[in-house]
């Protein structure tokens, strides 16, 4: 393993990890003497408008994958208007190669907890809920357990610290399925529905759960919002860079030597990243990469300097996503990974609307057929084509999430598709895999 370098070491920045690696933190009396429910207390001195306010000058940007900026979004939420008003945070956290939220959730719950009481605060909201994916039953757990406490300890409920504010706070447990972290099947599934995309607009914002005003954000966004309390808009925008502000959790996965979460200003480019994880693991030379999970269009060595912020990884020709990155070695072949994206995304795929569900199968397919040595050069052509029609034409982001990594190792590694047609790479599936594709 290889050690970073002094220089390197100094870009972590621990503000949402920082509890992590301390014991019982996720009990409420460790957090409280680590600076917990402090910045609660300051918040609830504050007029709401001006909390929205401190939010937007902070230059926080959701850390769900999109990277809408967080005190605009608060902004929209109509004032006086006579209706309840949501916040509902989105802890489906499923994009594969993601690994940020749970681990906050599971050490250090009581962040979330506290940041959803601040947002509440913010935006007039008395019920607020989190929607944490079914299969995560220790953080949800851990998450449930935090909610009590925050009731014993008056942080919820009736007139919290004699304030006048109250608020409830629901952990709801999804059932496992991928389309429910987005928003709106999210949602619906909340109201007991299957969980399908909407059409937007109107955005949650205006009408969103129970055709209310809501706010969706993601774990790692309200989790941020103590610290900029605390801290200062101008403090939080000192790490990071000018349009992409504040710490980043990255997650960081495949051929290094240290996977794990690595917690640094925006803009740490993965040279750095990787150096921090102690290098790529002995014999592996970096291959191919995604910034921000399966549904970003993967990058290659070449783009190693690329700055990992909303405008650099752009600049690259990609989408800094939930900054998952994947990190994929010449031992690895990019036509098999998009394989197991793709047969993820077809089973994931809610079948609402025909270039997805459609699209999907005969990709997964097409797949199929060129691993198990049977693939053609129109192949490749039906590929390009059946990409083609669902990027833009789905009626949510799953659908161009799932046509992305084709068209980008399609675009990158057209050679390691031609191996496999032309018989230089051995076949990696059986004939048997062809059986009801
Ligand atoms: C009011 C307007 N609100 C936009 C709100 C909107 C949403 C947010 C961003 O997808 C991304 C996607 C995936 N009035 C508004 C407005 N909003 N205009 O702003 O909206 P949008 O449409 O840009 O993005 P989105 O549909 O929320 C999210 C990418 O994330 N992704 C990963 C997802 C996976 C996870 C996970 O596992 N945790 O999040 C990966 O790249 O491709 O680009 O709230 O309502 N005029
Ligand atoms: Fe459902 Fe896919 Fe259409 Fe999204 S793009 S609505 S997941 S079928």
Redesign the pocket.
Same mark, same amino acid.
Request: glycine fraction near 28%.
């Given at each position: 393993m290889t050690q970073p370098r002094p220089e390197v070491l100094q870009k972590l920045t621990p503000v949402l990890t920082k509890r992590w690696l301390s014991p019982d933190a996720w009990r409420i009396g460790v957090y409280e003497r680590l600076d917990g429910y402090l910045a609660l207390r300051k918040a609830l001195d504050v007029h709401p408008d001006d909390l929205i306010q401190l939010v937007k000058d902070s230059g926080l940007r959701?850390r769900?994958?999109?990277g @809408?900026p967080t005190g605009l979004?608060w902004g @929209?939420i109509p004032q006086g208007d006579g209706k309840p008003h949501y916040l509902v945070i +989105?802890a #489906?956290? %499923?994009?594969p190669g =993601?690994c940020k #939220?749970l681990p906050l959730m599971t050490y250090d719950p009581h962040s979330l907890v506290e940041g959803a009481i601040i947002a509440s605060y913010a935006i007039r909201a008395n019920r607020a809920y989190i929607y944490i994916r079914g299969e995560a039953v220790h953080a949800a757990r851990r998450l449930r357990n935090a909610v009590q406490e925050a009731y014993a300890k008056g942080y919820l409920g009736k007139n919290i610290l004699g304030s006048g504010f109250d608020l409830d706070l629901v952990v709801h447990s999804g059932a496992g399925a991928y389309i429910c972290?987005?928003?709106t099947a999210l949602l619906d599934s909340l109201e007991g529905f299957r969980g399908q995309p909407r059409l937007? $607009?109107p @955005? $949650?914002?205006?009408a969103g759960l129970y055709a209310s005003p809501t706010v969706? +954000? +993601?774990v790692g966004t309200i989790a941020s919002v103590p610290y900029i309390v605390l801290g200062g808009a101008d403090w939080w925008k000192s790490m990071g860079t000018e349009k992409s502000a504040g710490p980043m959790i990255y997650s960081l996965s495949g051929r290094i030597t240290n996977p794990g979460q690595y917690e640094c200003g925006l803009g740490i480019t993965l040279r750095e990243l990787i150096e921090l994880a102690g290098g790529m693991k002995p014999g592996h030379n970096l291959k191919f990469w995604t910034p921000?999970?399966s549904? =970003?269009p993967i990058l290659t060595a070449e783009h190693i300097d690329t700055p990992m912020d909303f405008e650099g990884v752009s600049a690259a020709g990609s989408?800094l996503? =939930?900054t998952a990155m994947q990190i994929f070695s010449d031992q690895d072949c990019p036509v098999y990974n998009t394989w197991r994206w793709l047969e993820f995304y077809h089973h994931e795929s809610c079948g609402k609307c025909t270039p997805c569900r459609e699209g999907n199968y005969w990709m997964v397919r097409t797949y199929r057929r060129i691993l198990a040595g049977q693939g053609t050069y129109k192949d490749l052509d039906t590929l390009q084509d059946t990409a083609d029609n669902i990027f833009g034409r789905s009626f949510? %982001?799953l659908g #161009? %999430?799932a046509a992305t990594p084709v068209v980008s190792t399609l675009k990158w590694f057209r050679q390691d598709y031609l191996d496999y047609i032309e018989g230089r790479t051995a076949p990696r599936l059986s004939e048997k895999s062809l059986v009801g594709a």
């Open positions: 959701g769900g994958g999109a @809408f979004k @929209f +989105n #489906d956290e %499923g994009e =993601t #939220d972290g987005e928003e937007r $607009p @955005f $949650p914002a205006i969706v +954000n +993601n921000g999970g549904s =970003t989408i996503g =939930t949510c %982001g #161009d %999430g």
